[in-house]
Nanobody
Framework: QVQLVESGGDLVRPGGSLKLSCTAS????????MSWYRQAPGKERELVAY????????NYAGSVKGRFTISRDNAKNTVYLQMNSLKPEDTAVYYC????????WGQGTQVTVSS
């Protein structure tokens, strides 16, 4: 059974940091491109960052570049998103995505940035 389980979402003040985790099971994680997406209320889901299979290539949305870092540990079947200097506009449900031929999604984790 394929599973992507996100964790780490929380309420944080502007300027704070959070680290999201997504642990995969049921498919060969190391072969899959991994991404983080987010969806804010009333908005479409958007790509935040992706990382290649061995972690040598990453890419970020312009709105998070320099503040967020995506990484992966293939031995632990886990992808991470380190989020620093958080802003209220980062408030969203964050989703983990795995893509090769098939595509899989996690259930999402809520990040709220508010004072």
């Amino acid at each position: 059974q394929v599973q992507l389980v996100e964790s780490g979402g929380d309420l944080v003040r502007p300027g704070g940091s959070l680290k999201l985790s997504c642990t995969a099971s049921g498919f060969p994680f190391r072969h899959y491109l991994m991404s983080w997406y987010r969806q804010a209320p009333g908005k479409e889901r958007e790509l935040v960052a992706y990382i290649s299979q061995i972690g040598d290539t990453t890419n970020y949305a312009g709105s998070v570049k320099g503040r967020f870092t995506i990484s992966r540990d293939n031995a632990k079947n886990t992808v991470y998103l380190q989020m620093n200097s958080l802003k209220p506009e980062d408030t969203a449900v964050y989703y983990c995505n795995a893509q090769l031929i098939q595509e899989y999604w996690g259930q999402g984790t809520q990040v709220t940035v508010s004072s």
